[in-house]
């Protein structure tokens, strides 16, 4: 049987991918949202390029006033088009955030440490409750108050979300400017603007911006409801951990912290706010419960009494190890029972690689929850088989999106 710290993390370890899916399927539509005003931009930088050219080579103003002045009306007619369109976007992003504040709080607490507490206690005649947090809570800690997003920018959501058009318009300008002055032609010009699938032209850098800005929102509000979860449960637990997510595409930054900082338990209630640390950021943190008498003592745990009745066991707040373990065999526990008890409440932390949770769902023999990490089943059934670790067969692609009611 696992202890309740393996079982935390194999759990929180595996709802991470999902959540991570799930970041990329409200990318995904969020960027459908401004691609549908791509023809219509597309179409007014057209029709007016040819004019700004005109303009540009008959301003003989030294810094082509006059022709910066008719090209900010053409960006200024183009962001007109597109405005509606951010705002059903930011209208969308909204609403996920709530829904899925909303999912997690509820996760966190039922799927991730009340189920982790169940497995622990699977044999074990006694019974241990969370509290849960509210999704008001976890949408406010998460996206209504400062989020750490990159670089060591702190901004909130809504602030970042209103950057991105105002940046877009920017580099529109920029980028037309700079075609002209490069001598480029009208063609060129304008795919270096619209060409969605081109990681470079303006419309591109802003689908990526929008795409990362949403995937890290999404991973701050999964790790703010596990962190507000486990600070809800502060008799129960006693901090977190990071736990980076070891696999070929790890930063360089979350590797390095993790090497540096990996066994430092952050308490409960701390100021600090180490995830995301950077764009896209997969990263995740780990609650850690106390030792198995501070549990007893947390006034959550319950046994079934001679009577088949749920009561709370409620030692005193002074007894001692010695003490607690007679109040066991009090309430009819075996000395095995007690014994494995103490194991599965160690206040151990678990750290491991992607590669070791595969290993272990291998093992249980979960082919379903291997198959959803890799981009095909083929590689998936190369990993089953054995042979291969999952770092030689995880690939970048592996990311396709899913909806809220897919997370598992």
């Known amino acids: 049987m696992s202890t309740y710290s393996e079982n935390l ?15 990329v399927g409200v990318a995904n539509d969020s960027n ?5 005003s ?17 303009a540009y080579e008959s301003d003989r103003t030294r810094n082509k006033t006059k022709f910066k ?28 955030f709530q829904q899925f504040s909303e999912y997690e709080a509820n996760f966190q607490q039922e799927k991730i440490f009340d189920k982790s507490a169940e497995e622990a206690l699977a044999t074990i005649p006694l019974f241990l409750a969370f509290a849960g947090v509210s999704a008001s809570a976890v949408y406010i800690a998460s996206v209504a108050t400062q989020m750490n997003y990159a670089k060591g920018i702190n901004n909130s959501v809504n602030q970042l979300l209103n950057g991105i058009p105002i940046s877009e318009n920017r580099r529109m300008f920029d980028t037309v400017l700079g075609g002209f002055n490069q001598n480029s032609t009208n063609q060129t010009i304008i795919r270096s603007v619209f060409n969605n699938n081109n990681q470079g032209s303006v419309t591109g850098v802003t689908n990526r911006s929008t795409s990362a800005l949403v995937s890290t929102a999404i991973n701050r509000i999964y790790n703010e409801a596990h962190r507000l979860t486990a600070d809800a449960n502060s008799e129960l637990t006693r901090g977190w951990i990071n736990q980076g997510v070891y696999d070929s595409r790890q930063s360089a930054i979350c590797r390095d912290l993790g090497v540096f900082y990996g066994n430092k338990v952050y308490p409960n209630h701390s100021d600090i706010r180490p995830i995301p640390r ?10 850690v419960m106390v030792r198995w008498d501070k549990i007893l003592k947390s006034g959550q745990v319950e046994y079934t009494d001679a009577n088949g009745k749920r009561v709370k066991f409620t030692p005193s707040q002074s007894a001692t190890p010695e003490d607690l373990t007679q109040s066991m065999r009090n309430i009819g526990m075996t000395n095995a029972e007690i014994a494995l008890f103490k194991n ?3 206040a151990q932390t678990t750290r491991a690689t992607i590669n070791d949770v595969l290993v272990e769902a291998r093992s249980r023999g979960d082919t379903g929850f291997i198959e959803d990490f890799f981009s095909n089943k083929s590689d998936a059934a190369l990993f089953i088989a054995g042979g291969y670790a999952a770092s030689e067969l995880l690939k970048d692609e592996d990311k396709s999106s899913l909806t809220l009611d897919q997370i598992n």
């Open 344 to 346: 599965n409440f160690n």
């Open 38 to 54: 791509y023809s219509d931009s597309r179409a007014e930088l057209v029709a007016s390029i040819e004019s700004l050219r005109e």
């Open 278 to 287: 950077h764009p896209r950021c997969r990263s995740l943190i780990i609650a």
């Open 69 to 96: 002045r008719q090209l900010r009306e053409v960006i200024d007619a183009i962001a007109e088009i597109r405005g509606p369109l951010y705002t059903e976007m930011f209208a969308l992003i909204e609403e996920q």
């Open 32 to 36: 459908s949202i401004l691609n549908q």
């Open 9 to 23: 993390f194999q759990l929180t370890s595996a709802h991470s991918h999902y959540v991570n899916r799930y970041g």
